[in-house]
T-cell receptor, first 112, second 112 residues
Framework: GENVEQHPSTLSVQEGDSAVIKCTYSDSASNYFPWYKQELGKRPQLIIDIRSNVGEKKDQRIAVTLNKTAKHFSLHITETQPEDSAVYFCAARWTGANNLFFGTGTRLTVIP | DAGVTQSPTHLIKTRGQQVTLRCSPKSGHDTVSWYQQALGQGPQFIFQYYEEEERQRGNFPDRFSGHQFPNYSSELNVNALLLGDSALYLC???????????FGSGTRLTVV
């Protein structure tokens, strides 16, 4: 099956700075890469996703980049705000399957 | 909002007992996936149900079983509970050919 590694495990940034979280995947047949935000005690919520035929996608302050050759994808959050503080998970879906393999999560803390 | 609903929200069981967790998918979704999220970890795929059959399964023992009903709702059963089964159990619904997972708020299972 797919194996997804995520770094860093914790990340602290000053409000207004950028945050970058990186993930690598093992199966080159994976074709869909979502990112989820999970606040304490709440459900994971999809914040952005990217498909394997696209290299970059942006949604306001959030962007995701994908490098298929290197098998890694990254989440970029610009102009961070305290409400961005949460645990972020990357995931990958292997072609032909409909289940997601998740990374181990990154705890982002935005310091006011 | 007809999102994903899970019940119960919290549950305490004794080692060796059996437990049943329930999930109602988002309106319009036909596929239900179950995940186990241990503290500080990413969600781990247990199995997925579509058309009342288990379609895919992760690396979980046979003590974990499930069911999907004609109305697409689903149950997760765990037999012979172990202390290590303590976790947040998340249900996610989607369309069979879709990509967007919608997660429920989860059931927090504690085995003592």
């Amino acid at each position: 099956g797919e194996n997804v590694e995520q770094h860093p495990s914790t990340l602290s940034v000053q409000e207004g700075d950028s945050a970058v979280i990186k993930c690598t995947y093992s199966d080159s047949a994976s074709n869909y890469f979502p990112w989820y935000k999970q606040e304490l005690g709440k459900r994971p919520q999809l914040i952005i996703d990217i498909r394997s035929n696209v290299g970059e996608k942006k949604d306001q302050r959030i962007a995701v980049t994908l490098n298929k050759t290197a098998k890694h994808f990254s989440l970029h959050i610009t102009e961070t705000q305290p409400e961005d503080s949460a645990v972020y998970f990357c995931a990958a879906r292997w072609t032909g399957a409909n289940n997601l393999f998740f990374g181990t999560g990154t705890r982002l803390t935005v310091i006011p | 909002d007809a999102g994903v609903t899970q019940s119960p929200t919290h549950l305490i069981k004794t080692r060796g007992q059996q437990v049943t967790l329930r999930c109602s998918p988002k309106s319009g979704h036909d596929t239900v996936s179950w995940y186990q999220q241990a503290l500080g970890q990413g969600p781990q795929f247990i199995f997925q149900y579509y058309e009342e059959e288990e379609r895919q399964r992760g690396n979980f023992p046979d003590r974990f079983s499930g069911h999907q009903f004609p109305n697409y709702s689903s149950e997760l059963n765990v037999n012979a509970l172990l202390l290590g089964d303590s976790a947040l159990y998340l249900c996610a619904s989607s369309l069979r050919q879709g990509e967007g997972y919608t997660f429920g708020s989860g059931t927090r299972l504690t085995v003592v």
